[in-house]
């Protein structure tokens, strides 16, 4: 496990207090906190542990490493192989004037010097394919390094595109709250100036009653002064009874009514008139009797009216409450989405980062290896130049190259085990025929040959001298007959008048002739 600590410079613009948040990496769950640096905009540190040989970066470096540590070997193994070939070349080419004459004697160190020349050309030739082979690998690799970097780039796209409908959309809202606020303030102020409106009519409501409270004063006086007059006192009477008792029904509606300033002021008025003419007085009282029965009725519908608009009021109060609430729940629910996606936002920033640092340091390796490859293949070329060059100068010495096999033509006869202890001391054998191409190649010397084939050891079954039975054969007609004088042809050769595929003859093993 590897532990770093990355920290966010995006932050975000609004003031939510600091919070823990939860991040799943390798599928495990980690705890990251927002930073208290003080910026434009908050930042996030963030705790994580990785395992790195999870990670496809961390396979890839310990691929790399592993074929740097060969290409080494390889390489240091292809210097001292070098400097001894450079060596030897410069030996020979110094000495070309008497190498003809030491050809003979340097025969058998011209063939194992062949021998680990091919040895160590095939040694070559696997450590290059295994080369390519990793190279391949390596471009594979670094393929899918790049579908997984194209697909992030793309989702990190997707998200920005996303976050910033959700920026924008967070803004509506945050603006449609302001507008709501602002009606709410409106209504607020509405609501508190008919609050006062209510108080200034409840101080109107107690000063009138303190004037009906005078004129009852006003009113007993007026009484007794009435009593005292001798002129339609009977009448007067009665009519003061019944003013008495409509003045006393008013009194308890206009104590029930919160609203009658201007209706009292009337009656007050009214009253007055009847204290100075008692006589219009009955008359009088009964018209303002009608008239403030109607402005009862206006002042209840008034009340009701009232009523209704206070409880309407009080309904849009709680549904903007409510509102408020959801809104402020929207926007909690959108601020945490918005933490969240900015924590994955930065999450995805920092593995962008890692992924484009890899990525150069697989582009530097992979330049590297193709310097090496470039490197090995002009190597390549100069060893095909001095194989070319050996192969010429042992052509020269009866030496012939059949696709990676070298073949010696002998210049002289010998029986057929003469030739196998010839071939044997040049730590070879009778040749073995293997497919139609090589049998082609054989045929075109144009030599009567001895081949490894023989069944001198049990008559009729033929095998090679590496004791393999024989599977592909190329007999001439009615071959082999075992025609001799004695029935003693047990050794096979190739006959240069027949066809290329049917030229195999069987002879006496003590006859005398070339072999390869």
């Known amino acids: 496990m590897s532990e770093g600590v990355y920290e966010n410079s995006d932050g975000y613009k ?3 207090p600091d919070a823990m948040k939860n991040t799943d990496i390798d599928g495990q769950l980690y705890g990251n906190v927002r930073a208290f640096i003080p910026s434009p905009r908050d930042r996030v540190v963030a705790s994580v542990h990785v395992q790195w040989w999870k990670r496809p970066s961390g396979i890839a470096a310990v691929c790399l490493g592993l074929l740097c540590v060969l290409l080494l070997a390889g390489i240091i193994g292809l210097s001292v192989y070098y400097d001894g070939v450079s060596k030897s070349f410069l030996a020979y080419k ?25 040895t160590s050309y095939k040694t070559l030739t696997k450590e290059r394919d295994q080369l390519q082979t990793s190279y391949n690998t390596l471009t594979k690799e670094r393929d899918q390094l790049q579908t997984c970097y194209n697909t992030l780039t793309k989702a990190r796209d997707q998200l920005q595109t996303c976050y910033n409908t959700l920026t924008e959309e967070r803004y509506q809202l945050q603006t449609s709250y302001n507008t709501l606020t602002k009606e709410r303030d409106q209504l607020q102020t509405c609501y508190n100036t008919l609050t006062k409106e209510k108080d200034q009519i409840q101080t109107s409501y107690n000063t009138l009653t303190k004037e ?26 009665e009519e003061r009874y019944q003013l008495q008792t409509y003045y006393n ?9 919160h609203t009658s300033y201007n209706t009292l002021t009337k009656e007050r008025d009214q009253l007055q008139t009847c204290y100075n003419t008692l006589t219009k007085e009955k008359d009088q009282l009964q018209t303002s009797y009608n008239t403030l029965t109607k402005e009862r009725d206006q002042l209840q519908t008034c009340y009701n009216t009232l009523t209704k608009e206070r409880d309407q009021l009080q309904t849009s109060y709680n549904t903007l409450t409510k509102e408020r609430d959801q809104l402020q729940t929207s926007y909690n629910t959108m601020t945490k989405e918005r933490d969240q996606l900015q924590t994955s936002y930065n999450t995805m920033t920092k593995e962008k980062v890692q992924l484009q640092t890899s990525y150069n340091t ?9 310097t ?3 490197t090995m293949t002009k190597e390549r070329a100069n060893l095909q130049t001095e194989r070319d060059f050996l192969s010429r100068r042992l052509t020269n010495l009866s030496w012939h190259k059949f696709e990676s096999s070298w073949y010696f033509l002998s210049t002289e006869s010998k029986t057929w085990k003469e030739s196998r202890e010839d071939c044997l001391k040049r730590e070879a054998d009778l ?3 293997n497919s139609d191409k090589e049998q082609k190649f054989l045929f075109n010397l144009k030599m009567k040959v001895w081949i490894g084939l023989t069944d001198s050891v049990n008559e009729g079954t033929w095998k090679w001298v590496d004791d393999t039975p024989l599977t592909t054969r190329y007999w001439y007609a009615k071959q082999p007959d075992n025609a001799g004088p004695i029935g003693d042809e047990d050794c096979a050769e190739i006959h240069k008048d027949q066809s290329p595929l049917e030229a195999w003859n069987d002879m006496s093993c003590d006859s005398k002739l070339n072999w390869i």
């Open 431 to 433: 040749v073995i025929v």
């Open 14 to 16: 609004d003031d939510e």
């Open 249 to 257: 029904t008013m009194t308890k509606e206009r104590d029930q009514l």
């Open 94 to 118: 110094t000495n070309s004037s008497a190498e003809i004459e030491q050809l003979q004697t340097s025969y058998n160190t011209l063939t194992k010097e062949r021998d680990q020349l091919q």
């Open 372 to 374: 090496s490859y470039n």
């Open 362 to 370: 697989l582009t530097k390796e992979r330049d590297q290896l193709q």
């Open 212 to 237: 009906k409270v005078q004129l009852q004063t006003s009113y007993n006086t007026m009484t007794k002064e009435r009593d005292q007059l001798q002129i339609s006192y009977n009448t007067l009477t």
